[in-house]
């Protein structure tokens, strides 16, 4: 099994908080940080309301590894309540999901760095090191831009309000994603119509559109869809 090359093995981080909705990929990570950084404190979360409960313990990692497909979250809206959570703690993107767009929308958003998931072992440990000296780590190939694009910061506005509907709100914009007439949510929610109805109102007010078209748009917009429910 391949080594981290010596000034790896340099570095220690005590401290971390793995978030992933896949617990395999949890554990192999947290397996990894503890041979190769010695960190012995790491908890996991396999959801954003697991990983909000975590910090609410008043457990204060060295850092944070954040998967963006969570099934309680949706597009950078898990990553923007983490940050508001912990504006001090470095948090990590790691993702499957690597288009140009989703990583400069991460960055943005004030990512420490952000790691494909299909990373070779010696490009992580380089990764992870560059991180925690400061550096911003992007994926080989990733070319960062001479300033940011208007549409990239719309993508952060839209997240931002994603990220401050309600659950019910969420779940409820999923289901619109989906093609899901109201009668048919009410039913998979075991709501009232009328309730349903009053949701979607106001989930339309909060992300500033006007129909329920418009809004499945601008979640396809962000490339987030499929983490709806």
């Given at each position: 099994?391949?080594?981290?090359?010596?000034?790896?093995?340099?570095?220690?981080?005590?401290?971390?908080?793995?978030i992933d909705d896949h617990p395999l990929y949890?554990?192999?990570?947290?397996?990894?940080?503890?041979?190769?950084?010695?960190?012995?404190?790491?908890?996991?979360?396999?959801?954003?309301?697991?990983?909000?409960?975590?910090?609410?313990?008043?457990?204060?990692?060295?850092?944070?590894?954040?998967?963006?497909?969570?099934?309680?979250?949706?597009?950078?809206?898990?990553?923007?309540?983490?940050?508001?959570?912990?504006?001090?703690?470095?948090?990590?993107?790691?993702?499957?999901?690597?288009?140009?767009?989703?990583?400069?929308?991460?960055?943005?958003?004030?990512?420490?760095?952000?790691?494909?998931?299909?990373?070779?072992?010696?490009?992580?440990?380089?990764?992870?090191?560059?991180?925690?000296?400061?550096?911003?780590?992007v994926p080989p190939g990733y070319t960062m831009?001479?300033?940011?694009?208007?549409?990239?910061?719309s993508l952060e506005t839209i997240s931002r309000?994603?990220?401050?509907?309600?659950?019910?709100?969420?779940?409820?914009?999923?289901?619109?994603?989906?093609?899901?007439?109201?009668?048919?949510?009410?039913?998979?929610?075991?709501?009232?119509?009328?309730?349903?109805?009053?949701?979607?109102?106001?989930?339309?007010?909060?992300?500033?559109?006007?129909?329920?078209?418009?809004?499945?748009?601008?979640?396809?917009?962000?490339?987030?869809?499929?983490?709806?429910?």
């Open positions: 099994m391949p080594r981290a090359d010596s000034s790896v093995h340099s570095l220690s981080i005590k401290s971390a908080l793995v949890c554990d192999a990570l947290a397996a990894t940080m503890e041979s190769a950084f010695n960190t012995r404190r790491i908890r996991m979360a396999t959801s954003l309301a697991e990983a909000l409960q975590q910090l609410r313990l008043r457990f204060s990692p060295d850092l944070i590894m954040l998967d963006l497909n969570l099934p309680d979250a949706s597009g950078l809206s898990a990553f923007l309540k983490i940050k508001e959570k912990t504006p001090e703690i470095p948090v990590i993107v790691i993702s499957a999901m690597t288009s140009q767009g989703i990583i400069q929308s991460a960055l943005s958003a004030g990512a420490a760095g952000f790691i494909p998931k299909d990373i070779g072992r010696e490009s992580f440990y380089k990764a992870m090191h560059d991180i925690w000296n400061g550096k911003t780590y831009p001479s300033r940011t694009p208007a549409s990239d910061l309000k994603i990220a401050h509907l309600s659950h019910q709100q969420t779940r409820i914009l999923g289901l619109i994603c989906e093609g899901m007439p109201n009668k048919l949510i009410a039913y998979e929610l075991q709501l009232a119509e009328a309730t349903v109805k009053a949701h979607i109102t106001a989930l339309l007010r909060r992300l500033g559109v006007h129909n329920r078209t418009q809004a499945a748009m601008l979640v396809r917009e962000v490339s987030i869809r499929h983490s709806l429910q």
